[in-house]
C-alpha cells in the first residue's frame, strides 16, 4: 500500500501552485475554498488562487506548496503573504513497491535493531 495514500498538508497554511510564489516579493491570491482532513478540496487551483488547508488534509494535485499560516494574512477572500518558505510542507505520497520487490537489504539501515 501507498502510505501516506496522497500529498498531505504537514501544517496548518494555505495550498498554492509555485508558479505563483515568488521567493521575497509580497503575493496576493485569491481564496477560493479549503481542506480539512476527510474533507478534500474538490476543484482545482488556477492560477493566482489557493485554498485554506488544515494539517494532515490531502493537497490537491494542483498545487504543491503549502506555506504555514504564520507567514499568512487572510482578509476575506484574499490571501497575502511575504516570500515563501524553503521547505514545501508536504508529506509527499510514496508509492508502494509491490510485493515481492526489495527495496533495502536486511541488516542495513537506522532500524535493524531496536532502540532499547
Not at 25 to 30: E, P, Q, T
Amino acid at each position: 500500500m501507498d502510505l501516506p495514500f496522497a500529498d498531505l498538508s504537514a501544517v496548518d497554511g494555505f495550498a498554492v501552485r509555485n508558479v505563483d510564489v515568488v521567493v521575497g516579493a509580497r503575493v496576493r491570491l485569491r481564496l477560493i475554498g479549503q481542506a480539512s482532513s476527510g474533507h478534500p478540496f474538490l476543484g482545482t487551483i488556477g492560477r493566482g488562487q489557493a485554498i485554506r488547508i488544515l494539517t494532515g488534509a490531502i493537497v490537491p494535485e494542483s498545487a504543491d506548496r503549502v506555506i504555514m499560516q504564520e507567514l499568512c494574512t487572510a482578509d476575506g477572500e484574499a490571501l497575502t503573504f511575504l516570500g515563501a518558505a524553503g521547505k514545501t510542507h508536504c508529506r509527499r505520497r510514496v508509492v508502494d513497491p509491490g510485493r515481492d520487490q526489495r527495496v533495502h537489504r536486511v541488516g542495513r539501515g537506522p532500524f535493524t535493531r531496536a532502540p532499547w
